[in-house]
């Protein structure tokens, strides 16, 4: 789980938007090898493994991410959208 202190809150932002409403990026799951829609923090919703990916890479590839069970489907959601460039 992705973690914060006191001081670093100031850096945060909740954006209060319904789902539907919200960006592509916060609306939708990516699979393996999909392009990444925004710089950030995303959790694998099989198994709650967190990776840090760019804007415009791709997300890691079946070899690199697996599960015990191959049954478990590695879709990922972004938990924290960064302002990183490049
Ligand atoms: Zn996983």
């Known amino acids: ?6 001081h ?3 850096y945060l ?7 539907l409403e919200s960006a592509d990026e916060w609306k939708y799951l990516f699979g ?13 919703t099989g198994c709650g493994h967190e990776i840090t990916s760019n804007k415009g890479e791709k997300f890691p590839p079946q070899n690199r991410h697996q599960h015990a069970n191959p ?7 972004l ?4 302002q990183t460039k490049g």
């Open 1 to 6: 789980m992705a973690e914060i202190i006191a």
């Open 32 to 44: 393996v090898g999909s392009p990444v829609p925004a710089s950030g923090i995303y959790r694998c």
């Open 8 to 10: 670093s809150i100031q």
């Open 13 to 19: 932002k909740k954006i209060d938007t319904p789902i």
């Open 71 to 77: 049954n478990v489907e590695v879709l990922w959601q």
């Open 79 to 82: 938990i924290v959208k960064t």
